[in-house]
């Protein structure tokens, strides 16, 4: 249950998180973006393209952005906001968190700076506590308005999730609920009961989900299970093999072994008053399934 700071060649700052039991995580203190985790297996959970580049001032393809101030294109900055393209700091004194027992954590910070405020002229503090436990990963971000007025703002945890083939997945939670399709001008549609398949681009923010979605992946034999709070929406982004090709950071057969879900806070953009507080909460678990041979039904990691 530990954590310690390594940098890489090019002087880039990460930290890795353990937990005694083969769990570990990697996280880039630009962007606040995690960008490894392995289970007690030592299996790679999250995504990340071979193209990406880990420099300052370019998005890390993969892992765990956190997007803020804004969520995709749904206000006037450029997409998903800067917080990613940005150096965050180990924040030394957390404001009181509760220290988990047996888990081993990391608290990072990102402050405005005089740059920032160019883009978006508001002060604010930024906080993303990272937990690593058996088979878990938390991360609560939390949002500081030090200004003198009122802000507000969008948010995202984006997820880039490694699947054996994304075409043999299915969603579940998301069912039946009410969606905005980037793909089709952001017009609005009704999801169909049945679980979901990807079999093609998708781009959807799904609006007021429940708390827990599934994504069930037959041939690893793995279920992932999405919790959250304080950020009732959710997205689904593969850019699948047309639009990869645009991708300068992005492999060709990528699209293939990857899917984002997104916790999200978009269609009703959060409020602070000076001096407040929003906190936002995430958990990622796993459940290993022979789902073919009916050990676990999708149906209880959803509702049980
Ligand atoms: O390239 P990025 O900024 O990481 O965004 C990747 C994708 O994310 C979103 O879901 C947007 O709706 C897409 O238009 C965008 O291509």
């Given at each position: 249950?530990?954590?310690?700071?390594?940098?890489?060649?090019?002087?880039?700052?990460?930290?890795?998180?353990?937990?005694?039991?083969?769990?570990?995580a990697?996280?880039?203190?630009?962007?606040?973006?995690v960008?490894?985790?392995?289970?007690?297996?030592?299996?790679?959970?999250?995504?990340?393209?071979?193209?990406?580049?880990?420099?300052?001032?370019?998005?890390?393809?993969?892992?765990?952005?956190?997007?803020?101030?804004q969520?995709?294109?749904?206000?006037?900055?450029?997409?998903?906001?800067?917080a990613?393209?940005r150096?965050?700091?180990?924040?030394s004194?957390?404001?009181?968190?509760p220290?988990l027992?047996?888990?081993?954590?990391?608290?990072l910070?990102?402050?405005?700076t005089n740059e920032?405020?160019r883009?978006?002229?508001?002060?604010?503090?930024?906080?993303?506590?990272?937990?690593l436990?058996?088979?878990?990963?938390?991360?609560?971000?939390?949002?500081?308005n030090?200004d003198n007025?009122?802000?507000?703002?969008?948010?995202?945890?984006?997820?880039y999730?490694?699947?054996?083939?994304?075409?043999?997945?299915r969603?579940e939670g998301?069912?039946?609920?009410?969606?905005?399709?980037?793909?089709?001008?952001?017009?609005?549609?009704?999801?169909q009961?049945?679980?979901i398949?990807?079999?093609?681009?998708?781009?959807?923010?799904?609006?007021?989900?429940?708390t827990?979605?599934?994504?069930?992946?037959?041939?690893?034999?793995?279920?992932?299970?999405?919790?959250?709070?304080?950020?009732?929406d959710?997205a689904?982004?593969?850019?699948?093999?047309?639009?990869a090709?645009?991708?300068?950071d992005?492999?060709?057969?990528?699209?293939n072994?990857?899917?984002?879900?997104?916790?999200?806070?978009?269609?009703?953009?959060?409020?602070?008053?000076?001096?407040q507080?929003?906190?936002?909460?995430?958990e990622l678990?796993?459940?290993?399934?022979?789902?073919?041979?009916?050990?676990?039904?999708?149906?209880?990691?959803?509702?049980?």
């Amino acid at each position: 249950m530990t954590w310690s700071v390594v940098h890489d060649g090019d002087g880039f700052p990460r930290v890795i998180l353990t937990d005694g039991g083969g769990s570990s995580a990697e996280v880039l203190l630009y962007g606040g973006q995690v960008v490894s985790w392995k289970n007690e297996r030592r299996e790679e959970l999250l995504f990340t393209s071979s193209k990406t580049s880990f420099r300052p001032q370019k998005d890390v393809r993969g892992g765990i952005p956190i997007f803020f101030p804004q969520y995709g294109s749904f206000k006037s900055l450029d997409l998903s906001g800067f917080a990613r393209n940005r150096l965050w700091a180990l924040d030394s004194s957390p404001a009181p968190l509760p220290p988990l027992k047996n888990h081993s954590s990391v608290d990072l910070i990102l402050r405005s700076t005089n740059e920032d405020v160019r883009i978006w002229p508001r002060s604010f503090e930024l906080r993303l506590r990272i937990i690593l436990g058996p088979n878990k990963l938390t991360l609560i971000p939390r949002v500081r308005n030090t200004d003198n007025k009122d802000f507000s703002f969008t948010f995202g945890i984006r997820n880039y999730i490694s699947v054996s083939d994304v075409s043999e997945v299915r969603v579940e939670g998301l069912e039946t609920l009410d969606y905005l399709d980037n793909i089709m001008g952001r017009e609005r549609f009704v999801e169909q009961p049945d679980a979901i398949t990807i079999d093609g681009e998708v781009d959807r923010v799904y609006l007021n989900t429940p708390t827990k979605i599934a994504v069930i992946d037959h041939e690893k034999k793995r279920t992932l299970v999405l919790r959250k709070d304080g950020l009732p929406d959710a997205a689904l982004w593969n850019p699948w093999n047309k639009k990869a090709r645009t991708m300068p950071d992005f492999g060709d057969g990528d699209f293939n072994v990857m899917l984002c879900v997104d916790s999200a806070a978009v269609e009703t953009p959060i409020n602070l008053k000076t001096f407040q507080e929003w906190r936002g909460h995430q958990e990622l678990s796993t459940v290993s399934s022979s789902y073919c041979s009916g050990q676990l039904d999708p149906r209880k990691v959803l509702f049980g």
